[in-house]
């Protein structure tokens, strides 16, 4: 599946959340990150992501789409990162 993922954490949480969310997804700007992941990997970072989060202020919000080809993305102004697919 291919997800769009954006996190709103505490200062101090901000670090670690960035880390743990670059593992898994291309982090494409400063909070949100997409790519292709499995759902056991999904699941796999979404219990990583709770053990970091405050639950009761901090947030993590995944948009999930069968293939990257379903979503239509248009960006207006600089791309932070370029998802260039090379060998």
């Avoid at 080809?69 to 990162?81: P, R, S, T, Y």
């Amino acid at each position: 599946m291919y997800v769009i993922a954006m996190y709103d954490v505490g200062e101090k949480r901000v670090g670690k959340m960035l880390k743990l969310l670059r593992r898994y997804l291309n982090w494409i700007q400063n909070s949100v990150f997409e790519g292709e992941i499995t759902e056991v990997k999904l699941n796999e970072l979404k219990i990583k992501a709770r053990k970091l989060m405050d639950e009761k202020i901090d947030s993590l919000i995944i948009f999930k789409t069968r293939q990257e080809k379903w979503l239509e993305k248009e960006i207006v102004g600089h791309e932070l990162q370029k998802l260039d697919t090379f060998l």
